[in-house]
């Protein structure tokens, strides 16, 4: 059974870090794309970051290229997302969820529950 959970979330003001995890299980982990995607309060969800099987490529939205980095540790069947220079519109749930390939392009098929971030003064 594929499972996916998601760590790390918290309250930080502008400006803080935040370093979230994503625990892996059923599945090997080092052939699939992994990607995050977060849902701000009311909105839809938007795509953050990507990173392939063996962590040498890695793609970011736009509204986060910069300020954070996504990595993944396969002995550990980890991902992670390191969130710095946050800004309050960060605020959200963040999900890491599984893609059906090795390329990033083949649709998400299982995501995780998620963790809160809030960024707040």
């Known amino acids: 059974e594929v499972q996916l959970v998601e760590s790390g979330g918290g309250s930080v003001q502008p400006g803080g870090s935040l370093r979230l995890s994503c625990a892996t299980s059923?599945?090997?982990?080092?052939?699939?794309?992994m990607h995050w995607v977060r849902q701000a309060p009311g909105k839809g969800l938007e795509w953050v970051s990507g990173?392939?099987?063996?962590?040498?490529?890695?793609y970011y939205a736009d509204s986060v290229k910069g300020r954070f980095t996504i990595s993944r540790d396969t002995a550990k069947n980890t991902l992670y997302l390191q969130l710095n220079s946050l800004i309050t519109e960060d605020s959200g749930m963040y999900y890491c969820?599984?893609?059906?390939?090795?390329?990033?392009?083949?649709?998400?098929?299982?995501w995780g529950k998620g963790t809160l971030v809030t960024i707040s003064s």
């Open positions: 969820a599984k893609d059906r390939g090795t390329w990033g392009t083949d649709g998400l098929d299982y």
């Open positions: 990173i392939n099987g063996q962590g040498t490529n890695t």
């Open positions: 059923g599945f090997t982990f080092s052939n699939y794309y």
